[in-house]
């Protein structure tokens, strides 16, 4: 994959990402709850370790470089909150709580990593082929967001059943299910499981050397789920640039921070009512700055995409904390 950056940045960038998320790893080694304070503590650090790299770029590089690489960043960023709306979803159907979605979300983004680079690798050697390519990247980012933005936010109460997910479904069919968590084990033997069946009263329905449990099919769920959040995200991030290192790397660090960012929303996911719609004008926006370039009708500064990106997102929160959902408007009267 050419980054088409010197050797130097992208060394930089392993370096850190790599050192960081050793830090990370070390500092969750003993398995405890995260809490709402600890999630915010890891953001700080995650989103000023983005800031600093932005930094680097724009004293080692150029402004256009750094400014290009923060507006991927943010918008990366906008879009996960939405991901990780479909996580608590997810989590909820598996029954999966407390330091076990730490662990399963911490694999998870690992395995983001790696499919993100192919997708990306993928998506900026398509785009710039041919006008009719942008287009279609326009109308695939056009789509997101309108299908975001009309959304029946009446519906939020129900929970969808992601346990008969395709994606479960096709792992039932390569290993056998254990259905019960054991631990914070992703697999287990034949002998654990006999005994903890035969302590249950549990009938197992065929014999193997080897099961999965619940955790495991949770996890192949978000990770499939992120796959398709992919189609959506990096197209809409190659429409502001298409240099591979700095697609990637505004994909990087914004992924890195997500496992924080996902206790942090589901904390605060009721306050938050109009961030959705939000993210849905900026993929819009977005759309329509790619289909314009694609016919050569106008084009959009970066810079300008940079601060309608953020303006918007700003605009969600505060209109959030204006116009506040139902449930918690009778929470204040009350």
């Known amino acids: 994959m050419d980054f088409g950056f010197p050797a130097e940045a992208v060394t930089v960038l392993l370096v850190a990402v790599a050192a960081s998320v050793w830090v990370d790893l070390f500092s969750h080694r003993n398995a405890e709850e995260v809490t709402f304070k600890n999630a915010l503590g890891w953001s700080v650090f995650w989103v000023a370790l983005a800031l600093a790299f932005y930094g680097y ?38 029954g999966i709580k407390g330091i076990m979605q730490h662990r399963i979300l911490y694999y998870g983004i690992i395995g983001a990593l790696v499919f993100r680079a192919i997708f990306v690798a993928a998506g900026t050697a398509l785009f710039g082929v041919s006008h009719w390519i942008e287009l279609l990247f326009a109308l695939i980012v056009l789509w997101t967001g309108v299908k975001m933005f009309t959304a029946n936010s009446g519906d939020e109460d129900s929970t969808e059943d992601f346990s008969d997910h395709w994606s479960v479904r096709w792992t039932q069919k390569v290993i056998p299910v254990f259905p019960r968590m054991v631990g914070k084990q992703f697999f287990v033997g034949s002998q654990q499981a006999d005994e903890v069946a035969t302590r249950e009263g549990m009938t197992l329905a065929q014999k193997a050397r080897v099961y999965a449990t619940p955790a495991l099919l949770c996890l192949v769920c ?36 997500l496992r924080n960012l996902y206790f942090m929303l589901a904390a605060a996911a009721k306050f938050l009512v109009h961030l959705e719609k ?26 300008i995409s940079m601060g309608v990106v953020l303006v918007l997102i700003l605009g969600g929160v505060l209109a959030s904390l204006v116009f506040p959902g139902k449930e918690d408007a009778q929470t204040d009267q009350s």
């Not at 991030?237 to 921070?257: M, N």
């Not at 939000?278 to 050569?296: R, Y």
């Open 278 to 303: 939000a993210v849905a004008l900026v993929l819009v926006f977005i759309a329509a700055k790619l289909g314009g370039s694609a016919l050569g009708l106008y084009h959009i500064d970066h810079q």
């Open 57 to 94: 770029l724009n004293v080692r590089y150029s402004e256009e470089a750094a400014s290009l690489f923060l507006s991927g960043y943010v918008l990366e960023k906008a879009l996960s909150v939405d991901n990780m709306m479909v996580f608590v979803a997810i989590f909820a159907s598996f």
């Open 222 to 257: 978000i990770e499939i789920s992120d796959i398709i959040f992919s189609f959506d995200s990096v197209p809409a991030i190659v429409a502001i640039t298409q240099e591979p290192f700095l697609v990637y790397a505004s994909v990087i660090f914004a992924i890195l921070g």
